[in-house]
C-alpha cells in the first residue's frame, strides 16, 4: 500500500494503521504515528503491549499484517534504509566466542559508513576492555558492546529496545551521555522502549505510550503534557467516602473535562484531567502534572481516553475493538 | 576552559530547559560568566548530564531571545552581556532595606517559609508573575 506520508523525509518514521497479528492475538493495532527526525522518542508500556513488535517492524525484521510503515519518506525496506537504520533487540545477540575488538571488527567490515572512534570511545567510557571475550561479559556490559556496535554504525536512526534495565547507575547515565552526545551531534534520532520511564525523564521528548497492543498516548512531550492538567480539591458531602476508591463520584463540574483518573485520599479528591473548553469552577487547585505522573494515570486506568497528537486517522474516535 | 557546568535536577518540577536557563542567569548575576565567555557546546552539557540535547538548544535559544548570548557559527554561543547587578551587590541600599525588614519580620515571629511565601506574593504581585514556560 503506498502511503500518503511516503516522501516525508522530514519524519523519521510514519505508520498509518499499522498492525501486527501473530496467529489469531494482536501485537499491534491500528497504530498511526508520525516521528520527525531528530527526535529522542520514549516508548513506554507494560511488558506485551506492543512496544518490542513496533521496533522490530521498524527495523524491518516484521512484516506488517496491516497498515504501512516508512523511514524517511521510503515505504519500503530497502538496503539504503536499512543502512540508515541501527536496531538493538532486548537480547542483544552477539557472537559469544569473539572479543570485544572482534566484534567492532565485525562491524566494521558490515558497515560502510563505520566509525570506529564513537564505537571505541563508548567502550572506554564504561570501562569495558576490548580484549575481552564477549561470553565472559556481564549482560550490562553486552548491552553497551551491542549499543557501540550500534552508534559505530553511524545511523539516522537509532531503535532501541529496552537498552539501560541491566545497567547499573553510573553505566546508565555514561550510556544515555554517549547517547545523547552522539545524537546532539549528528541529529540522530532516537527511540528508546523501556516500562521504566525514570530511565528517560528529560531525555525524551517524544512519546508513545502502547497498551494491549494500541497507542494511547503520542506525540510531543511538552504538548502531552500541557494537554493535562492535575486537579486537587476537597470532596464535597454526599460523595461517598471511601479510603482509596479509584474513580469515586465525581463532581459536576468535572463531567465537561476528559478524565484520565480520579483517586480519593481522605477529604481530598485529586484528578488527572485533559480540560476542555471551559474553565473549571470551585475551590481547585491547578497544576501541571509531570510526564510520570500523567503515564501513572494513563497505565493505571487502561479506559482512559487515548490522546493522539502524531496526526492522522486514528484521532478520531476511535470505535471498540 | 568549561566556564559553567549545569547540574540538572529531574525531581525539581522545573523543566529542564528553564534549569539551565536560570543556572546560566544566575552565573550571569554573580559574575561567573562574563561577557565574551562561550557556553558549553549542546554536546558537552549532554555528555554531562544525559539530557535531551534539543533541551540545550531551547534554553540557549532562550537566552539569545533574552539578549543575553548569541551564537557564532562554527565557533559556538557566546555570553553577550552581564546580569550583575550594582544595585544588587552586598553594601547596595536595596539589598540593606531587605535585609532590615526581614530582621523585621523575624522579630514579628515569621520563620523562614512564611517570609519565603510572604515575599514571594508580593513578588508576584508588584513584578508579576514569573514568566510562563513558553512553547
Given at each position: 500500500?503506498?502511503?500518503?506520508?511516503?516522501?516525508?523525509?522530514?519524519?523519521?518514521?510514519?505508520?498509518?494503521?499499522?498492525?501486527?497479528?501473530?496467529?489469531?492475538?494482536?501485537?499491534?493495532?491500528?497504530?498511526?504515528?508520525?516521528?520527525?527526525?531528530?527526535?529522542?522518542?520514549?516508548?513506554?508500556?507494560?511488558?506485551?503491549?506492543?512496544?518490542?513488535?513496533?521496533?522490530?517492524?521498524?527495523?524491518?525484521?516484521?512484516?506488517?499484517?496491516?497498515?504501512?510503515?516508512?523511514?524517511?519518506?521510503?515505504?519500503?525496506?530497502?538496503?539504503?534504509?536499512?543502512?540508515?537504520?541501527?536496531?538493538?533487540?532486548?537480547?542483544?545477540?552477539?557472537?559469544?566466542?569473539?572479543?570485544?575488538?572482534?566484534?567492532?571488527?565485525?562491524?566494521?567490515?558490515?558497515?560502510?559508513?563505520?566509525?570506529?572512534?564513537?564505537?571505541?570511545?563508548?567502550?572506554?567510557?564504561?570501562?569495558?576492555?576490548?580484549?575481552?571475550?564477549?561470553?565472559?561479559?556481564?549482560?550490562?556490559?553486552?548491552?553497551?558492546?551491542?549499543?557501540?556496535?550500534?552508534?559505530?554504525?553511524?545511523?539516522?536512526?537509532?531503535?532501541?529496545?529496552?537498552?539501560?534495565?541491566?545497567?547499573?547507575?553510573?553505566?546508565?547515565?555514561?550510556?544515555?551521555?554517549?547517547?545523547?552526545?552522539?545524537?546532539?551531534?549528528?541529529?540522530?534520532?532516537?527511540?528508546?522502549?523501556?516500562?521504566?520511564?525514570?530511565?528517560?525523564?528529560?531525555?525524551?521528548?517524544?512519546?508513545?505510550?502502547?497498551?494491549?497492543?494500541?497507542?494511547?498516548?503520542?506525540?510531543?512531550?511538552?504538548?502531552?503534557?500541557?494537554?493535562?492538567?492535575?486537579?486537587?480539591?476537597?470532596?464535597?458531602?454526599?460523595?461517598?467516602?471511601?479510603?482509596?476508591?479509584?474513580?469515586?463520584?465525581?463532581?459536576?463540574?468535572?463531567?465537561?473535562?476528559?478524565?484520565?483518573?480520579?483517586?480519593?485520599?481522605?477529604?481530598?479528591?485529586?484528578?488527572?484531567?485533559?480540560?476542555?473548553?471551559?474553565?473549571?469552577?470551585?475551590?481547585?487547585?491547578?497544576?501541571?502534572?509531570?510526564?510520570?505522573?500523567?503515564?501513572?494515570?494513563?497505565?493505571?486506568?487502561?479506559?482512559?481516553?487515548?490522546?493522539?497528537?502524531?496526526?492522522?486517522?486514528?484521532?478520531?474516535?476511535?470505535?471498540?475493538? | 576552559?568549561?566556564?559553567?557546568?549545569?547540574?540538572?535536577?529531574?525531581?525539581?518540577?522545573?523543566?529542564?530547559?528553564?534549569?539551565?536557563?536560570?543556572?546560566?542567569?544566575?552565573?550571569?548575576?554573580?559574575?561567573?560568566?562574563?561577557?565574551?565567555?562561550?557556553?558549553?557546546?549542546?554536546?558537552?552539557?549532554?555528555?554531562?548530564?544525559?539530557?535531551?540535547?534539543?533541551?540545550?538548544?531551547?534554553?540557549?535559544?532562550?537566552?539569545?531571545?533574552?539578549?543575553?548570548?548569541?551564537?557564532?557559527?562554527?565557533?559556538?554561543?557566546?555570553?553577550?552581556?552581564?546580569?550583575?547587578?550594582?544595585?544588587?551587590?552586598?553594601?547596595?541600599?536595596?539589598?540593606?532595606?531587605?535585609a532590615a525588614w526581614m530582621d523585621r519580620a523575624r522579630e514579628a515571629g515569621l520563620d523562614r517559609?512564611?517570609?519565603?511565601?510572604?515575599?514571594?506574593?508580593?513578588?508576584?504581585?508588584?513584578?508579576?508573575?514569573?514568566?510562563?514556560?513558553?512553547?
Open positions: 500500500m503506498t502511503s500518503e506520508y511516503a516522501g516525508d523525509p522530514g519524519a523519521a518514521i510514519v505508520a498509518r494503521g499499522l498492525g501486527k497479528r501473530y496467529r489469531q492475538t494482536w501485537a499491534l493495532r491500528e497504530v498511526t504515528l508520525r516521528l520527525p527526525a531528530g527526535r529522542i522518542c520514549a516508548v513506554i508500556g507494560p511488558n506485551g503491549s506492543g512496544k518490542s513488535t513496533l521496533l522490530a517492524m521498524a527495523a524491518g525484521l516484521l512484516a506488517p499484517t496491516t497498515g504501512s510503515l516508512s523511514l524517511f519518506g521510503e515505504a519500503r525496506s530497502t538496503s539504503a534504509t536499512r543502512r540508515r537504520v541501527a536496531y538493538v533487540a532486548q537480547d542483544k545477540p552477539l557472537f559469544p566466542r569473539l572479543t570485544v575488538a572482534e566484534t567492532l571488527r565485525f562491524g566494521r567490515e558490515l558497515n560502510p559508513g563505520w566509525d570506529q572512534a564513537v564505537a571505541e570511545r563508548v567502550l572506554r567510557d564504561v570501562d569495558i576492555p576490548t580484549g575481552a571475550r564477549i561470553s565472559t561479559l556481564s549482560g550490562g556490559q553486552r548491552t553497551c558492546v551491542a549499543l557501540a556496535l550500534a552508534l559505530g554504525k553511524r545511523a539516522d536512526l537509532l531503535l532501541l529496545d529496552e537498552p539501560m534495565a541491566d545497567q547499573d547507575p553510573l553505566r546508565r547515565s555514561r550510556m544515555m551521555g554517549a547517547l545523547m552526545a552522539e545524537a546532539a551531534e549528528h541529529g540522530t534520532t532516537v527511540v528508546i522502549a523501556t516500562h521504566v520511564l525514570a530511565e528517560l525523564d528529560g531525555v525524551s521528548d517524544h512519546l508513545w505510550l502502547f497498551g494491549a497492543g494500541r497507542l494511547r498516548l503520542a506525540g510531543d512531550t511538552e504538548a502531552i503534557q500541557s494537554a493535562h492538567a492535575l486537579v486537587t480539591g476537597a470532596r464535597r458531602d454526599g460523595e461517598r467516602a471511601g479510603d482509596r476508591a479509584s474513580n469515586p463520584g465525581l463532581p459536576p463540574e468535572l463531567a465537561a473535562h476528559a478524565v484520565v483518573e480520579a483517586r480519593a485520599t481522605g477529604r481530598q479528591l485529586t484528578v488527572l484531567v485533559r480540560p476542555g473548553g471551559t474553565e473549571l469552577e470551585g475551590e481547585w487547585i491547578t497544576r501541571e502534572p509531570s510526564v510520570e505522573e500523567i503515564l501513572l494515570g494513563y497505565l493505571r486506568n487502561p479506559t482512559a481516553p487515548p490522546l493522539l497528537l502524531d496526526g492522522g486517522p486514528t484521532d478520531a474516535p476511535e470505535v471498540a475493538a | 576552559m568549561r566556564v559553567i557546568e549545569y547540574r540538572i535536577d529531574r525531581r525539581a518540577g522545573v523543566a529542564t530547559y528553564l534549569q539551565i536557563v536560570q543556572q546560566t542567569k544566575q552565573a550571569l548575576r554573580l559574575g561567573l560568566l562574563q561577557p565574551g565567555d562561550r557556553l558549553p557546546t549542546a554536546k558537552e552539557v549532554v555528555a554531562a548530564t544525559a539530557i535531551n540535547p534539543n533541551t540545550v538548544l531551547k534554553a540557549y535559544r532562550e537566552l539569545e531571545r533574552e539578549g543575553l548570548v548569541e551564537p557564532r557559527p562554527g565557533l559556538g554561543t557566546f555570553v553577550r552581556r552581564s546580569l550583575a547587578r550594582p544595585e544588587s551587590a552586598a553594601g547596595s541600599p536595596l539589598r540593606a532595606e531587605l517559609e512564611d517570609v519565603a511565601a510572604l515575599f514571594a506574593s508580593v513578588l508576584d504581585e508588584r513584578l508579576g508573575d514569573a514568566p510562563p514556560t513558553p512553547n
